[in-house]
Structure formats: C-alpha cells, structure tokens
C-alpha cells in the first residue's frame, strides 16, 4: 500500500472501524488515520449512505494536494456486494458528482452479510454469507485484531484464500488494488 498522508474510514458501526484500523496500522502510523464519526444512533447502513457523498468529494479535494485514502465500510446485508456498489455509485450520481475512477483510492469494504461473517471467516470458522452471525458469540470483538492480520496475509501477492474463504472477501481483496 502507498503510504498516504491520510487515511479516511467512513463505517457504520465501531467493529468496522476497529478492523479497518487494526488493518491500516500495518500500512500507517496511528496519526494519518482518521475515524469519521459513528451515528450516534439509528441505521448506520443508512449513515454511511448520507456521508458518502460528502467523504468522497473532500477526499477528493485533498487527494488532489496530498496522498490521501478514503475507505468506505458498510455490509451488505441480504442484498449482494454488487447491488451496494451500484447504490454507492447512484449516490455519487444524484449529487452531481463523477463516478470513482479506477485511480481513486477509494476503497469499499463490503462485508457480505455484515462484519461479523468476516470475523468469523478470517479466525478459521467456517461461515456462509446468508447468515447473520452478529450475535452469535459475545466474544467476536477478541476477533477483531487477528482477523485484521489474517486479512492482510491473505491480502499479500501470490497468497491463496483457503477453501473457507468468502466471495465478499475476495471482492475487498479486488477493492483495496486501489491502494497500491
């Protein structure tokens, strides 16, 4: 990963944040990442909708000055990846701003069913995206910081996701090329 002056996390909900910046401490120092604000209650699906916008277009004006990376983390829900990128885009659209090129280094995290799949997934579990294992274990946030470097390895060129691997994951592997 280029080592950005700043890194900008927009994610629904704490346990997004804690394993994006479990993640980027590998790549970065504490200081160039920055958490934006969580929602102080409600959807945080539908926050990050409302600020993505906003994110990408000051993203955007200081990329254009200073090495900067902005990463977008919302789940898909029961919907797929694909459906979450195309309603990401609309959003850039309705407010009359350009589509993310292929050169932004701006990165979408979209666990397929939510963050805990992945959680799980990445600690050795098996897991399928169809179901919802957020309140499956009250332990899940101890699975936080080894999943952030399980992620990372298998993130590393010529690595192989093992057969338990996610297509999601897979997808955020494809995601963070913008990085480099």
């Known amino acids: 990963m280029a080592n950005p002056s700043l890194v900008v996390v927009l994610a629904e909900d704490r346990r997004q944040q804690r394993f ?8 970065c120092e504490p200081h160039q990442i920055r958490l934006a604000p969580l929602p102080a209650g409600g959807s945080g699906e539908q926050f990050v909708r409302k600020h993505y916008a906003s994110e990408v277009k000051a993203y955007r004006s200081r990329a254009a000055r200073a090495g900067t990376a902005l990463f977008i983390a919302i789940d898909a829900d029961t919907g ?15 407010a009359a701003l350009p589509p993310r090129t292929a050169t932004e280094a701006v990165v ?24 919802d294992y957020k309140s499956q274990d009250p332990r899940v946030d101890n ?27 897979t997808e955020a592997f494809i995601e963070l090329r913008r990085l480099v």
């Open 20 to 27: 994006i910046r479990e993640y980027l401490r590998h790549f």
């Open 80 to 94: 797929t990846v694909a459906a979450r990128r195309t309603q990401l885009a609309a959003i850039l659209a309705e």
């Open 143 to 169: 699975l936080v910081k080894p999943a952030a470097v399980t992620f990372m390895e298998w993130n590393r060129p010529n690595a192989a996701v093992p057969p338990h691997g996610i297509a999601s994951l």
């Open 108 to 131: 979408h995290i979209i666990p397929k069913r939510n963050i805990e799949t992945w959680l799980f997934c990445l600690t050795g579990t098996a897991v399928n995206e169809e179901t």
